[in-house]
């Protein structure tokens, strides 16, 4: 394959990691970003399966191990705040909820693009407003005027992904989870400790605090409705919103909501999958959230990305035709993507009950899951399920065609 100029949006995981891997091809890489500058901060992500080997082969996991957020697990609290259940770091063998490479969206981007912008440039605040595939080229037309060509586009975006619709319209097929998640960042107090400290409330409510390694703790607060148009709301509607949904939620939701109207890093949306028939057309391909989200449920999402970034960028060396290679791609990933989206549509309410007996119950479970006649099979409900890829050894050879170099 001859030295290829490629487009790529999205600048938060999937994006900079797809542009590593394509620069050491020596592929001429832009990657666009609409948001005008980087974006620091988010929520808590790990990293594991075939993620955690992606992050090795990129020489990349000392760094991360050294940006954690030292997370040590999960303490399930009541309204007093005594712990009713507890899951290490270490349960399951350290694939449990959590596990050690626990690092925040932010820094994890900040690592990536940092790992490659000596090869890749990066554009921010623009985006693409229209595009044409004339078989030979893709036609850029960007919303600050100017038109570029590029022999490949690949959409790293999210799971509304702007980009998508213009080029696959109405053939993503979404999979809600009647679920709203909420997040942002609270002052620290000591209280928060080293590990993540869940409470539910009946009704299907549930306010997390997890400790970060930059001084602060994200608050995590979510409540089961189908999707309803808030996360379009403007972001003063989305904080009465939870103030009004967390009111009477008692522990130290009253601590969180007094920061959640100064906090300028708000994020609230509904939870849910993407579906798409297809992962390419023509010269455009999908990879990460904007094809197959499986939500923050699954505990894959970041893993996915950098698999499918991965995978999309050595399968695009390998072949000499982009058709070849995007339909490469889609066979060596179909089955980790679905193995990560088989999430039972009951889910949210096993995570967070709607009864004070259900919390009960679910507390009673989850103490019994780390007992050592029951590890095992608790091991396999609570640990997502991450074998169904054995990602390739791309070739090193520096012969364009061949691979990595």
Same mark, same amino acid.
């Given at each position: 394959?001859?030295?290829?100029?490629?487009?790529?949006?999205?600048?938060?995981?999937?994006?900079?990691?797809? =542009?590593?891997?394509?620069?050491?091809?020596?592929?001429?890489?832009?990657?666009? &970003?609409?948001?005008?500058?980087?974006?620091?901060?988010?929520?808590?992500?790990?990293? +594991?399966?075939?993620?955690?080997?992606?992050?090795?082969?990129?020489?990349?996991?000392?760094?991360?191990?050294?940006?954690?957020?030292?997370?040590?697990?999960?303490?399930?609290?009541?309204?007093?705040?005594?712990?009713?259940?507890?899951?290490?770091?270490?349960?399951?063998?350290?694939?449990?909820?959590?596990? %050690?490479?626990?690092?925040?969206?932010?820094?994890?981007?900040? /690592?990536?693009?940092?790992?490659?912008?000596?090869?890749?440039?990066?554009?921010?605040?623009?985006?693409? %407003?229209?595009?044409?595939?004339?078989?030979?080229?893709?036609?850029?037309?960007?919303?600050?005027?100017? &038109?570029?060509?590029?022999?490949?586009?690949?959409?790293?975006?999210?799971?509304?992904?702007?980009? #998508?619709?213009?080029?696959?319209?109405?053939?993503?097929?979404?999979?809600?989870?009647?679920?709203?998640?909420?997040?942002?960042?609270?002052?620290?107090?000591?209280?928060?400790?080293?590990?993540?400290?869940?409470?539910?409330?009946?009704?299907?409510?549930?306010?997390?605090?997890?400790?970060?390694?930059?001084?602060?703790?994200?608050?995590?607060?979510?409540?089961?409705?189908?999707?309803?148009?808030?996360?379009?709301?403007?972001?003063?509607?989305?904080?009465?919103?939870?103030?009004?949904?967390?009111?009477?939620?008692?522990? &130290?939701?009253?601590?969180?909501?007094?920061?959640? %109207?100064?906090?300028?890093?708000?994020?609230?949306?509904?939870?849910?999958?993407?579906?798409?028939? #297809?992962?390419?057309?023509?010269?455009?391909? /999908?990879?990460?959230?904007?094809?197959?989200?499986?939500?923050?449920?699954?505990?894959?999402?970041?893993?996915?990305?950098?698999?499918?970034?991965?995978?999309?960028?050595?399968?695009?060396? #390998?072949?000499?035709?982009?058709?070849? =290679?995007?339909?490469?791609? &889609?066979?060596?990933?179909?089955?980790?993507?679905?193995?990560?989206?088989?999430?039972?549509?009951?889910?949210?309410?096993?995570?967070?009950?709607?009864?004070?007996?259900?919390?009960?119950?679910?507390?009673?479970?989850? +103490?019994?899951?780390?007992?050592?006649?029951?590890?095992?099979?608790?091991?396999?409900?609570?640990?997502?399920?991450?074998?169904?890829?054995?990602?390739?050894?791309?070739?090193?050879?520096?012969?364009?065609?061949?691979?990595?170099?």
């Amino acid at each position: 394959m001859r030295a290829q100029k490629v487009l790529i949006t999205g600048a938060s995981i999937t994006g900079p990691a797809l =542009a590593y891997w394509l620069s050491r091809q020596g592929m001429d890489v832009t990657v666009v &970003e609409r948001a005008p500058e980087f974006r620091d901060g988010g929520q808590t992500i790990d990293v +594991r399966g075939a993620g955690s080997v992606v992050v090795q082969r990129m020489g990349l996991e000392d760094l991360i191990r050294a940006n954690t957020t030292q997370e040590q697990g999960i303490a399930f609290v009541d309204q007093r705040n005594h712990i009713r259940a507890f899951i290490g770091v270490n349960a399951f063998d350290g694939d449990g909820p959590i596990v %050690e490479l626990e690092i925040l969206r932010g820094e994890l981007a900040k /690592l990536l693009i940092q790992h490659s912008q000596d090869r890749v440039t990066y554009r921010f605040g623009d985006s693409i %407003e229209a595009l044409e595939d004339d078989g030979a080229q893709v036609h850029v037309y960007f919303e600050r005027g100017t &038109e570029q060509v590029y022999d490949l586009v690949i959409v790293a975006e999210g799971i509304g992904s702007a980009t #998508r619709h213009l080029v696959f319209g109405d053939e993503v097929q979404r999979r809600p989870l009647d679920l709203y998640t909420a997040y942002f960042t609270v002052p620290r107090q000591p209280s928060d400790g080293d590990v993540m400290r869940w409470y539910n409330i009946p009704g299907g409510r549930c306010v997390c605090l997890r400790p970060d390694n930059l001084g602060t703790t994200r608050a995590f607060l979510s409540f089961q409705q189908a999707p309803s148009g808030y996360e379009k709301l403007p972001q003063a509607e989305q904080k009465n919103l939870l103030k009004q949904l967390f009111a009477d939620a008692g522990w &130290e939701t009253p601590r969180v909501l007094a920061a959640l %109207e100064e906090a300028t890093d708000l994020y609230l949306d509904a939870v849910g999958q993407v579906k798409m028939p #297809r992962w390419s057309k023509g010269r455009i391909a /999908l990879v990460g959230d904007a094809a197959y989200c499986a939500s923050p449920i699954s505990g894959m999402g970041t893993s996915l990305g950098l698999s499918g970034a991965y995978v999309l960028a050595g399968e695009l060396g #390998r072949h000499a035709d982009h058709h070849q =290679a995007f339909a490469a791609y &889609e066979k060596l990933m179909r089955p980790y993507v679905a193995q990560a989206q088989s999430v039972p549509t009951f889910a949210p309410r096993l995570a967070s009950p709607h009864s004070r007996w259900g919390i009960a119950l679910g507390h009673a479970v989850l +103490r019994m899951a780390t007992a050592p006649g029951l590890k095992t099979v608790f091991g396999k409900i609570l640990s997502p399920k991450a074998d169904a890829i054995d990602l390739p050894s791309y070739s090193s050879q520096t012969q364009p065609g061949s691979g990595y170099v």
